[in-house]
């Protein structure tokens, strides 16, 4: 070994090596954990009319499953706990409008998970 | 070249464009200085994510009194570290075992090429230094960071950085010239 170290000969090499195309797939999987961004792999996207009647039909598969809990839950109410009539078209009013913003926030994977589903239902059939 | 000013300006515009700006400007320095500290990738990799998260999350409070190099090298530090000191907690083991712990794993890793002996035994002579000469070194030597931007990110007086760094590369030398 030589009697004099010089830090010039090694220079700024590191012997440290990553796997391949490891930055991208770091930031991708960074990207997923914070933005929630889609994957590489292309998926086909739906445009226009097909989408707007996807969410059209997610829009009402979804109200008739609230209108569907309400009555449910009026049913077995209690005579204690009854509400007037204007709370009751309150609560549907609010739940119905964050319902929209639900339904608007949906991915075009799940709004049509969300059709087929109400497709199948009995009770919305 | 990507520069700060110019990923602040789009963050503020395009946040999710912003932050990718901001990742491909510091995922290579801030990988190899975390590696460079933890020395296995997947250590490394596990390190460098939680940093970028952190950024994402702290990026509202981040007020931009410091540069975002130093603010992310400082997180990255403090992730490293938080990473080294929960397995000295977790294993009960002494910081000597947690170094010579990270010297087997430099012997024995994937994704480190051994051909470049050399730059092995550099590697390992650092890993030998205590852990405030480990951090100077690396962000003086590899980094190329001025003393001033080194002391806002380990919170140490300059001077007192400038010795370590002395010392440390005096034991470096000593290190290789030795083994």
């Known amino acids: 070994m030589d009697k004099e170290f010089d830090f010039d000969r090694i220079g700024k090499k590191v012997p440290y090596r990553t796997p391949e195309h490891f930055f991208e797939e770091m930031q991708q999987e960074v990207m997923q954990r914070t933005y929630g961004a889609q994957p590489v792999q292309h998926r086909p996207k739906m445009h226009g009319r097909h989408r707007l009647k ?3 039909s997610a829009t009402v598969a979804a109200a008739a499953m609230l209108a569907g809990i309400v009555f449910a839950l009026s049913y077995f109410r209690t005579d204690n706990a009854v509400e007037s009539t204007s709370d009751m078209l309150a609560a549907e009013m609010g739940g119905s409008e964050a319902m929209d913003k639900w339904i608007y926030e949906l991915s075009d994977e799940e709004l049509e998970e969300l059709v087929n589903f109400s497709e199948n239902d009995i009770f919305l059939n | 070249m990507i520069n700060e000013d110019k990923i602040r300006q789009v963050y503020a515009s395009d946040p999710k464009k912003g932050f990718k700006m901001l990742m491909d400007k510091f ?3 801030i990988y ?3 590696r460079r500290l933890v020395v296995s990738h997947e250590d490394a990799e596990d390190v ?3 940093v970028f998260i952190r950024v994402y999350r702290g990026w509202e409070q ?3 009194e410091s540069s975002l190099s130093t603010w992310i090298y400082r997180i990255a530090t403090n992730e490293s570290l938080r990473l080294l000191n929960a397995r000295k907690n977790e294993e009960a083991i002494a910081a000597e075992e947690v170094q010579e712990e990270l010297m087997n794993k430099l ?4 994704y480190i090429d051994y051909e470049n002996e050399l730059a092995v035994k550099f590697q390992e002579a650092i890993l030998s230094l205590p852990e405030k000469q480990r951090l ?3 962000l003086r030597y590899y980094d190329e960071l001025e003393y001033e931007e080194i002391s806002r990110i380990l919170d140490s007086k300059v001077d007192a950085l400038k010795v370590n760094y002395h010392y440390a590369k005096e034991k470096i030398k000593e290190y290789i010239l030795n083994r």
């Not at chain 2, 012997?107 to 994937?110: G, I, L």
Request: hydrophobic residues 40%; glycine residues 4%.
């Open chain 2, 48 to 50: 460098l994510q939680e």
């Open chain 2, 62 to 64: 981040f007020r931009g």
């Open chain 2, 136 to 138: 100077v070194f690396n």
């Open chain 2, 32 to 34: 190899y200085y975390i």
């Open chain 2, 27 to 29: 995922q290579e320095p």
């Open chain 1, 54 to 56: 996807v969410l059209f």
């Open chain 2, 107 to 110: 012997k024995a890793s994937d």
